[in-house]
């Protein structure tokens, strides 16, 4: 009998790491390792530069959940990547855990690796994969990577010269990530890599606020106290993307907009959101 | 023969003050003062609690730029507002400059006063208007103001939480402007204020960025180095708004978005956004 693949856990960043409520986003993280018999976490640190202050911080919000055991697997060269003794360090884990950091150190210090081949089998199998800021972004096919500064930095142009993309995981097809969506202005950014190639959605998210994809991809349900903004391209009519009179900003005509909150759910293979569970809301 | 009323000049705030070059927003805006014989600016810097520096960095800016004459009435209570000789003071003038600040300044020390029906009559009888941040801001009939925060300082609720309104002058009817637009990460600010009442279309200025208002407010045109966001609420199928499970965040299905840039237009009477002028664009 085939498993069904893993849920993935799609966290904006700046999760609350103090709260214990049934809602708080690490509570849902931890549940599978919690639940399973033998059950635990590993948290992948490749992101971060500071990978022990990271373990510390997790090893503290997920003690206090119950979580009994966490590993680290501290990936810090590509020759990691490819020791069988890191990659055995895998098995038997119920979440894999992606910190934040620099989305591009996970790519680029993991791709291609028998480590990463591992993940994509493990998730596969049901395995829990959970991803927060860059360990969010990570996720897609196609990742942005924030470039010298984020669209706050510099009102002169937020969309092209923030706009830097580069090959993603691939964990989640047909979307790019964004998070820290609000706190630092990525709209535009986000649409500009939406009006590449609508095909994709956009999912923009929060801090503190998560997207939870379930039954094998097919949709996903809001966690946490932010916003998550969903970008459909399919519509766009114009874009001045080839124009090469462009300078900095994107013109992008009639780009359909959703914005979600918690407990609300969307249909990614439908494009659409879903009715909410609660019998209450129309 | 009556006349067109006056050009409305918006700006997201932070317009770049040191170029004088032909698409800087503060050349369009001295324009009129320029061209006019005996034609000059008066500053209103009543949104401001530092008028003289205010007043400083525009008579400079100005002065770069070519206006001859910059009077500067800087209102500080209704008093001041209902004095005939602070409202003799706009006689002659080509363009009303508003500052930034704080945009219930504006409406609170000018509203209902003979000193802004006079600024009303005069934006009929042709004289520019021009409003940055703050002055931009109050324009609309209904205003968003700030709140204790902006949307960027609290993640865990950028909606609802920052989506104190108030009256505003209302020099352009059926719209909300929001200012310091991608900077300050007010998506989801100016997207709860417009499915409040989708009639009125929410238009977000990043800075250094405006919209040129003219032919009797007929349709706007894109200057500076910003994007200007349209959010148009009529094809919302669905808002929490007033559902009182709803904690923060808004739900809000079927936005339509367009991001303009430089030189685009858009009809306000239409709800669309106008082709270029340029013939070399599609």
Redesign the interface.
């Known amino acids: 009998m085939k498993r069904q693949p893993g849920d993935l856990l799609i966290i ?1 960043g ?1 999760e609350d790491k103090e709260s214990d409520e049934e809602q708080a986003i690490l509570r849902q993280a931890a549940k599978k390792a919690i639940s399973e018999d033998g059950g635990h976490i590993v948290l992948l640190t490749v992101a971060t530069m500071e990978p022990e202050q990271t373990a510390e911080t997790y090893r503290r919000a997920f003690g206090r959940l119950g979580v009994r055991r966490m590993e680290v697997l501290d990936i810090r060269n590509r020759e990691q990547a490819y020791d069988p003794a890191n990659v055995e360090k895998l098995s038997g884990a119920s979440v894999l855990f992606f910190s934040g950091g620099d989305q591009l150190r996970i790519t680029s210090q993991m791709g291609g690796s028998p480590l990463l081949e591992r993940i994509f089998a493990l998730h596969q199998e049901g395995v829990a994969i959970v991803g927060t800021s860059a360990g969010a972004a990570a996720m897609s096919g196609t990742m942005l990577i924030g470039g010298p500064g984020s ?2 930095t510099n ?5 092209l010269s923030s706009l830097a993309m580069a090959p993603g995981l691939g964990l989640l097809k047909g979307v790019i990530v964004d998070s ?9 950014r986000l ?1 500009g890599a939406v009006a590449q190639n609508p095909h994709n959605l956009g999912i923009g998210l ?4 998560a997207v939870l994809v379930r039954n094998n991809d097919e949709e996903f349900t809001v966690l946490g ?3 998550v ?1 969903v ?1 459909d391209g399919l ?1 766009i009519r ?1 874009t ?1 993307l080839s ?1 090469m ?18 407990n ?1 759910r969307f249909s990614l293979k439908g494009r659409r ?1 879903l009715p909410p569970l ?1 019998p ?3």
């Not at 009102?155 to 969309?159: D, L, Y």
């Not at 820290?180 to 535009?188: D, I, K, L, P």
């Not at 929060?206 to 606020?209: I, L, N, S």
């Open positions: 904006g700046s669209a706050t009102g002169s142009n937020p969309c820290h969506f609000s706190e630092r202005g990525r709209f535009a649409m929060d801090e503190d606020t106290s932010g916003g903004y970008i519509g114009f001045s124009d009179h462009t300078q900095g900003i994107l013109t992008v005509h009639d780009a359909r907009v959703h914005v979600l909150a918690r609300d959101p609660s209450a809301t129309p």
